[in-house]
């Protein structure tokens, strides 16, 4: 590394911005340089010489007292008492850490007070740093640079400022102990939920009257056979030939979660919501709150025991296509109503429930917009076809361009050649409809 400065002549002034640089070298053998820290100007008059202070303590009176710090080629001003001449060839920068960052992460753990809800729960025993310190280094990783446990026991423990904000040597971060940690924690995840929604509640006056159901999953490279969750099934990543698990959660409007669930990957989504009801209940106390979940979520079973139960379990969903079709003879004369920019609804009842048909005039844009992208792609792409030569070739492709178009595929009509025709503009065409 080494310091180098940038001059900059304004209103008759010089002006001198100092950096630390380094080196890097690339693969390709060139050497790049990267500014490692920007120290500000050091202005060249001898008014206004760098008037950069610091604080130095006083060894003998245990005070601290700020001193102006001067380059070494221009003079102490005689106006100023506490000056102090700074040598900048001989400056250098050595294990530079990342600090704000983490700092403001750990200010968020102690907002919630996470420390204390974890200090009474994570007992140090035997071990040698406090198992919450090292839930806390685990937290603030995944808030700061979201990554593997073991960069951060090689690399990113040893970048940061996490030794000084906890107050632990490097032991907090040794590889056997992160993952140690994680194992002691899932007893209590009942608990540290209910402590965030009173916290949440407190910090930002969260509500809990509307909450948002909905799963998703995630699928695995490679056997799995030591994870008995991890399971083949419908896959929303269109992997199927991969092993899965589900991922069910629950949100409150601000986007805060109150629970989930990790379950096997076979799991069908129309069994997981009764089970979640149960546990809202039991966890936070029956109140009257609006779910707002998929159509595919719940069936006609959950959702007649979610108006039957005492007191009645309010709740916001898709209905199936077929019912829609079916009640259209209910709705279709009645007035559209507007209540929102562009969206307009109708309202009626039906066997005990309150029906909403909306259409959004922006929503249909974009629909419209999205299907003429896809369409265009779909007649550039088979325009380039018909340069192929072979017709397997061409039909492989076609295939391909249609699953990739979705239902705007279907505005196009094509001909294709028969076995024994080549491949032409005249044996392969395609017009719009």
Same mark, same amino acid.
């Given at each position: 590394?080494?310091?180098?400065? &940038?001059?900059?002549?304004?209103?008759?002034?010089?002006?001198?911005?100092w950096?630390?640089?380094?080196?890097?070298?690339?693969?390709?053998?060139?050497?790049?340089?990267?500014?490692?820290?920007?120290?500000?100007?050091?202005?060249?008059t001898?008014?206004?010489?760098?008037?950069?202070?610091?604080?130095?303590?006083?060894?003998?009176?245990?005070?601290?007292?700020?001193?102006c710090?001067?380059?070494?080629?221009?003079?102490i001003?005689?106006?100023? @008492?506490?000056?102090?001449?700074?040598?900048?060839?001989? @400056?250098?920068?050595?294990?530079?850490?990342?600090?704000?960052?983490?700092? %403001?992460?750990?200010?968020?753990? #102690?907002?919630?007070?996470?420390?204390?809800?974890?200090?009474?729960?994570?007992?140090?025993?035997?071990?040698?740093?406090?198992?919450?310190?090292?839930?806390?280094?685990l937290?603030?990783?995944?808030?700061?640079?979201?990554?593997?446990?073991?960069?951060?026991?090689?690399?990113?423990?040893?970048?940061?400022?996490?030794?000084?904000? @906890? *107050?632990?040597?490097?032991?907090?971060?040794?590889? &056997?102990?992160?993952?140690?940690? @994680?194992?002691?924690?899932?007893?209590?995840?009942?608990?540290?939920?209910?402590?965030?929604?009173?916290?949440?509640?407190?910090?930002?006056?969260?509500?809990?009257?509307? %909450?948002?159901? #909905?799963?998703?999953?995630?699928?695995? *490279?490679?056997?799995?056979?030591?994870?008995?969750?991890?399971?083949?099934?419908?896959?929303?990543?269109?992997?199927?030939?991969?092993?899965?698990?589900?991922?069910?959660?629950?949100?409150?409007?601000?986007?805060?979660?109150?629970?989930?669930?990790?379950?096997?990957?076979?799991?069908?989504?129309?069994?997981?919501?009764?089970?979640?009801?149960?546990?809202?209940?039991?966890?936070?106390?029956?109140?009257?709150?609006?779910?707002?979940? #998929?159509?595919?979520?719940?069936?006609?079973?959950?959702?007649?025991?979610?108006?039957?139960s005492?007191?009645?379990?309010?709740?916001?969903?898709?209905?199936?296509?077929?019912?829609?079709?079916?009640?259209?003879?209910?709705?279709? &004369?009645?007035?559209?109503?507007?209540?929102?920019?562009?969206?307009?609804?109708?309202?009626?009842?039906?066997d &005990?429930?309150?029906?909403?048909?909306?259409?959004? #005039?922006g929503?249909?844009?974009?629909?419209?917009?999205?299907?003429?992208?896809?369409?265009?792609?779909?007649?550039?792409?088979?325009?380039g076809?018909?340069?192929?030569?072979?017709?397997d070739?061409?039909?492989?492709? %076609?295939?391909?361009?249609?699953?990739?178009?979705?239902r705007?595929?279907?505005?196009?009509?094509?001909?294709?050649?028969?076995?024994?025709?080549?491949?032409?503009?005249?044996?392969?065409?395609f017009?719009?409809?």
């Open positions: 590394m080494f310091l180098r400065h &940038n001059t900059r002549k304004k209103d008759g002034k010089v002006h001198r911005y950096s630390v640089v380094e080196n890097r070298r690339l693969r390709t053998g060139h050497t790049t340089q990267r500014t490692v820290l920007y120290l500000g100007e050091i202005n060249d001898q008014q206004g010489a760098w008037r950069k202070s610091l604080d130095a303590l006083d060894e003998t009176t245990q005070l601290t007292e700020q001193i710090l001067f380059p070494e080629d221009r003079d001003p005689p106006e100023v @008492l506490n000056g102090l001449q700074v040598k900048l060839s001989e @400056l250098t920068l050595q294990h530079p850490r990342v600090f704000g960052d983490c700092w %403001l992460a750990c200010r968020l753990w #102690d907002e919630l007070h996470l420390g204390a809800f974890w200090g009474q729960r994570l007992p140090d025993g035997k071990a040698e740093v406090p198992w919450f310190k090292v839930l806390e280094l937290a603030v990783r995944q808030l700061v640079a979201p990554g593997s446990k073991w960069h951060l026991h090689r690399h990113w423990f040893l970048s940061s400022a996490m030794d000084q904000l @906890l *107050e632990e040597d490097f032991a907090v971060a040794a590889k &056997n102990r992160l993952y140690e940690c @994680l194992d002691r924690i899932d007893a209590h995840r009942a608990a540290l939920f209910t402590h965030l929604q009173a916290r949440w509640k407190d910090l930002f006056g969260a509500t809990y009257d509307l %909450l948002l159901y #909905d799963l998703t999953s995630t699928y695995f *490279e490679g056997a799995m056979e030591q994870a008995p969750k991890a399971q083949y099934g419908y896959s929303r990543d269109k992997r199927s030939d991969c092993r899965q698990v589900v991922i069910a959660v629950i949100l409150s409007p601000e986007g805060f979660p109150l629970a989930y669930e990790i379950m096997p990957g076979n799991t069908s989504d129309k069994t997981t919501l009764k089970a979640f009801l149960e546990k809202i209940q039991t966890q936070y106390g029956q109140a009257k709150r609006i779910w707002i979940m #998929d159509r595919g979520i719940p069936t006609e079973e959950t959702l007649k025991e979610m108006r039957q005492d007191p009645p379990v309010s709740y916001l969903v898709g209905t199936p296509r077929p019912r829609v079709k079916a009640s259209r003879t209910q709705w279709k &004369n009645l007035p559209w109503q507007k209540v929102q920019g562009s969206v307009e609804v109708k309202l009626f009842r039906a &005990n429930e309150l029906y909403v048909v909306a259409k959004s #005039d929503r249909r844009q974009k629909e419209i917009a999205i299907r003429r992208k896809k369409l265009a792609r779909l007649l550039w792409t088979l325009r076809m018909r340069r192929e030569k072979s017709r070739r061409l039909l492989q492709r %076609l295939g391909a361009a249609r699953q990739k178009a979705g705007s595929a279907s505005f196009v009509q094509v001909q294709l050649p028969t076995a024994d025709q080549p491949v032409s503009r005249d044996t392969f065409r017009s719009v409809l």
